[in-house]
């Protein structure tokens, strides 16, 4: 019907919409994802992890947790050398402070101090 005919071009913009949307959402989940995992090898100093979280290009090397550290603070705590230059090569800044103004080298160098 005529009635039907006007609605439709509405209708399939609002399809339209929904489905951006939910690419967005998921595009965004995958983000989280990766740079929970990306966090978490610097963690546990894995460095094959780490390498193929930068190489698909999925993750920020400076991507923050909730307190403001990003991985390059999780692999200097770690005393995790070769994720620390893999990261530095990768663009990770050194420079950037956490939710506390601290940096990456202050955090491991207060930990350093606190186990000597």
Do not use: W
């Not at 929970?36 to 920020?60: F, I, M, P, W």
């Not at 400076?62 to 990003?70: H, I, L, Q, S, V």
């Not at 950037?96 to 601290?102: E, F, H, I, L, V």
């Amino acid at each position: 019907t005529p009635d039907m005919l006007a609605i439709l071009p509405e209708a399939v913009s609002s399809m339209s919409e929904t489905a951006s949307q939910h690419s967005q959402a998921s595009s965004e989940l995958s983000h989280v994802h990766a740079a929970r995992t990306l966090y978490k090898a610097c963690q546990d100093g894995d460095l094959r992890e780490v390498g193929r979280c930068l190489s698909e290009g999925l993750v920020n090397p400076d991507c923050r947790n909730p307190k403001g550290a990003t991985p390059l603070f999780a692999a200097s705590f770690g005393n995790h050398t070769q994720v620390v230059k893999l990261l530095l090569e990768n663009q990770a800044d050194a420079d950037r402070t956490n939710n506390d103004s601290a940096t990456p080298a202050f955090i491991a160098a207060q930990k350093d101090s606190a186990s000597a």
